[in-house]
């Protein structure tokens, strides 16, 4: 099963996902053939080379001659798709994805799915968009999507009810739960039905996976844009499913964290033990302090807090409030570890927690736990070192 990842940098759009499938390696031939299976006229599908920023790039465009073409409904959508010589599972697709389009409209318009038009759209353009990119994944068995945030662009756009804010309010609307930004650009990167098409099929947003890559494509938009290019960049590899593959030896386990670090220099230092007692009672996997020197030689300290990918949220929380921070930097990280257990070891003075970390069957550490090692040593009057050490020896031999 092949996996694809598209790298949204710059938004997304239909004709932008058609031209990173054929840039990938998707015969137009084959893209035009199976399109034809729709048995709808007034359309042709071209495909160019173009170059954005000094990048090699495939442009597709959907071109209708005639500007007069009557606006399709939901129900039309349906019925050709329906009657079309494509399989089942392209059906299946492509209706997904025109149900979740005209559902999205239905809402932000208050009106029956049944009764949307896609005269926004432009109804022929998003039928071969969308059924294009059904049938550019079906094409190049890719079985897994993964998409980047979005950059959706900004200010304002002319629609059929008048000037509204980008991203658009259909588009808005399909892209919730997915993570958004602009980077200040006042064009709409993000369309409906490009939208629609990545939302449906991924519900999985983020960094790059691990992934062996097979083919980069590139698909052109529409703009020519001074700050970056206007392309969307498509990936397709194998999927890296184990520690081998990624070429790290066995016996290590592996998992993907959130780290979360911003430098501080104008904090009182007493106020740190409170905020990392906070970030562990909140889930942080870790948290440490690094002194360091900043700049006019300011001394500060550099807050790293590791934390579950589903707990980043609790951390920022904790530390706007209980810090001065303004800004935080927050990136995915892989994490190769060791397995670990946590024993009980009973001593002749009492019971010491001890955490064991193996590789496959091998013991590559043993680590006693300090506040039972602690109490034990001031109860008994001995030295603190000797139960740990007794802890370890004890450990090693259950």
Request: net charge negative; charged share 20%.
């Given at each position: 099963m092949k996996l694809a990842y598209f790298d949204?940098?710059?938004?997304?759009?239909?004709?932008?996902?058609?031209?990173?499938?054929?840039?990938?390696?998707?015969?137009?031939?084959?893209?035009?053939?199976r399109l034809a299976l729709l048995d709808v006229e007034g359309y042709e599908v071209n495909a160019y080379?173009?170059?954005?920023?000094?990048?090699?790039?495939?442009?597709?465009?959907?071109?209708?001659?005639?500007?007069d073409l009557p606006a399709r409904d939901f129900r039309?959508?349906?019925?050709?798709?329906e009657k079309s010589g494509l399989t089942p599972a392209e059906k299946e697709q492509g209706l997904r994805i025109f149900t979740r389009l005209a559902e999205a409209e239905a809402r932000v318009h208050d009106c029956p799915v049944e009764e949307i038009h896609f005269h926004e759209l432009g109804?022929?353009?998003?039928?071969?968009?969308?059924?294009?990119?059904?049938?550019?994944?079906?094409?190049?068995?890719?079985?897994k999507i993964v998409v980047s945030p979005l950059d959706v662009g900004g200010g304002m756009t002319e629609m059929a009810h008048?000037?509204?804010?980008?991203?658009?309010?259909?588009?808005?609307?399909?892209?919730?739960?997915?993570?958004?930004?602009?980077?200040?650009?006042?064009?709409?990167?993000?369309?409906?039905t490009g939208a629609a098409i990545l939302t449906t099929y991924s519900r999985t947003f983020g960094p790059m996976p691990r992934m062996r890559v097979e083919v980069v494509g590139y698909g052109a938009g529409g703009w020519d844009l001074p700050e970056k290019p206007n392309l969307l960049r498509l990936f397709?590899?194998?999927?890296?499913?184990?520690?081998?593959?990624?070429?790290?030896?066995?016996?290590?386990?592996?998992?993907?964290?959130?780290?979360?670090?911003?430098?501080?220099?104008?904090?009182?230092?007493?106020?740190?033990?409170?905020?990392m007692e906070r970030l562990f009672d909140a889930g942080a996997l870790d948290v440490t302090l690094t002194p360091m020197l900043m700049k006019k030689g300011r001394p500060a300290?550099?807050?790293?807090?590791?934390?579950?990918?589903?707990g980043a949220d609790r951390m920022l929380e904790i530390i706007f409030r209980e810090t001065t921070t303004l800004g935080l930097r927050i990136q995915q990280v892989d994490r190769v570890v060791l397995s670990r257990e946590e024993r009980e070891v009973t001593l002749s003075f009492g019971t010491v927690r001890v955490k064991i970390a193996r590789r496959g069957d091998t013991i590559l550490n043993v680590a006693p736990e300090y506040e039972d090692c602690k109490k034990i040593a001031l109860q008994a009057g001995i030295p603190l070192r000797e139960v740990m050490e007794q802890a370890r020896r004890g450990a090693e031999r259950v």
């Open positions: 949204c940098f710059s938004g997304a759009s239909g004709d932008m996902i058609l031209g990173a499938l054929v840039d990938a390696g998707l015969p137009l031939a084959t893209l035009q053939e080379p173009v170059t954005k920023k000094g990048l090699r790039a495939t442009k597709v465009d959907v071109v209708i001659p005639r500007k039309d959508m349906r019925e050709i798709i109804a022929l353009d998003t039928l071969v968009d969308v059924m294009g990119a059904v049938i550019g994944f079906q094409a190049l068995g890719i079985g008048g000037r509204l804010p980008i991203p658009g309010p259909a588009t808005a609307e399909l892209l919730k739960g997915a993570p958004i930004y602009s980077s200040g650009i006042d064009k709409e990167l993000v369309t409906p397709i590899g194998e999927e890296v499913s184990t520690l081998a593959e990624a070429g790290i030896p066995e016996g290590y386990s592996s998992d993907r964290v959130t780290l979360i670090e911003t430098n501080i220099d104008d904090l009182n230092p007493q106020v740190y033990d409170y905020v300290h550099r807050l790293s807090v590791i934390a579950p990918p589903d």
